[in-house]
């Protein structure tokens, strides 16, 4: 039986974001994974947690995925209070990581490769209100031909640097003005399923 951890980072702003395609999403990955026969923990970080089973709890899991609505071009801040301190306490405990990968005897071992975490894969997920055609295009200025996975390494660089394998980025775009929420959901199932294929 594979370990699923679903972490819902969403944070309520009254009028803007009261959070339900975020949580519409983790339910549906939720009853996806079940399907499959996988074991599923939870963590909504806007209702709280505890450090040490946050910890536990990626060390148990075979499957991390983040689920995050984009505010300004980033996750809500309170997720990355919680990557701080959880990923502090990983630190701290020699369970993460060992540490950044490089020694003084051996200046060909590079920086980021003292992760503990091999054998584990990332996945992150996105709702936001950009548009798709806004990414890998070089005509698009804002983000100037950068693609998704690159407007969020800061996010998937925690797992990197810790071992662990990030799958490429799900997004859901244009949830504002032009959402193709059904469709969207769909290929997320689909992505979903090929995971542990």
């Excluded at 148990?60 to 209070?81: C, E, H, M, N, R």
């Excluded at 630190?91 to 980021?112: E, V």
């Excluded at 990414?135 to 797992?159: A, M, W």
Aim: charged content about 25%; glycine content about 8%; some cysteine.
């Amino acid at each position: 039986m594979k370990k699923v951890l679903i972490i819902n980072t969403h944070q309520f702003y009254e009028g803007i974001s009261t959070g339900t395609l975020n949580n519409s999403v983790v339910e549906i990955m939720k009853e996806t994974m079940t399907n499959l026969g996988c074991e599923i923990q939870l963590t909504h970080v806007e209702k709280g947690y505890d450090i040490n089973e946050e910890v536990n709890k990626h060390l148990w899991a075979d499957l991390i995925i983040t689920q995050s609505p984009v505010y300004w071009f980033g996750s809500p801040w309170i997720y990355k209070k919680y990557v701080d301190e959880v990923f502090t306490e990983g630190l701290k405990q020699g369970t993460f990581l060992a540490d950044d990968g490089r020694t003084r005897n051996d200046p060909s071992r590079q920086y980021g490769t003292g992760g503990k975490l091999f054998g584990k894969k990332y996945m992150l997920s996105l709702t936001w209100n950009a548009p798709q055609e806004a990414f890998d295009n070089s005509e698009q200025k804002l983000f100037d031909g950068r693609s998704v996975d690159d407007v969020f390494i800061h996010n998937t660089s925690n797992y990197r640097f810790c071992g662990v394998e990030v799958l490429p980025t799900f997004s859901f775009f244009d949830v504002f003005k032009d959402p193709q929420v059904s469709k969207d959901i769909e290929s997320l199932k689909q992505k979903l399923i090929k995971i542990f294929d």
